[in-house]
């Protein structure tokens, strides 16, 4: 029988928590009743000796959601804040290119996040949903890339969720 405890739960927003955007204290003040948990916005945390940074932005999609940004330079502002050193870094979206393709067949991902990722940025795990389309695993390098989306683009819950029992 597997183990299903926990030390802690780590939530970052993404393009449908208009709350955690236009009203931030009010949904993380939901948040802080829980000890073990941990709302990283553009922000990290160490836990059991491992870091973490969070960050809820994507390039700008559709529907005027929360956390998009059209242009891809106030993107890499956001990116160039992750430190290098980081070892588990946790977006909405995904890097340009990578577990990204949408059902009309275009990429939907950050260039500039997948820029420094290749240049700057070297996580050994980098965990990721927001385009439904591209849920799996892929490894590239010493990084293991995973857009972890249950849902298909019409918000079934069809795909099982993802346990990574290590980095």
């Not at 236009?22 to 941990?38: C, F, I, M, Q």
């Not at 393709?101 to 980098?126: I, M």
């Not at 965990?127 to 995973?146: A, N, R």
């Amino acid at each position: 029988m597997r183990d299903t405890s926990f030390c802690a739960v780590i939530i970052i927003a993404g393009n449908h928590d208009i709350l955690f955007q236009k009203e931030p204290e009010r949904a993380r003040k939901l948040l802080t009743k829980h000890d073990k948990v941990h709302y990283l916005e553009d922000s990290g945390c160490r836990i059991d000796g491992i870091s973490f940074y969070g960050s809820p932005w994507q390039p700008e999609f559709s529907y005027g959601w929360a956390f998009t940004l059209a242009a891809e330079e106030e993107l890499r502002n956001k990116w160039h804040s992750i430190p290098s050193n980081v070892q588990i870094l946790i977006t909405h979206g995904p890097p340009a290119g990578i577990l990204d393709f949408t059902t009309d067949g275009r990429h939907a991902g950050s260039t500039t996040l997948l820029a420094e990722l290749n240049q700057r940025v070297k996580p050994q795990l980098h965990l990721f949903g927001h385009i439904h389309e591209g849920y799996g695993i892929c490894k590239i390098e010493e990084t293991k890339l995973v857009n972890a989306s249950i849902c298909n683009p019409d918000y079934m819950p069809i795909h099982s969720p993802l346990v990574l029992e290590t980095v």
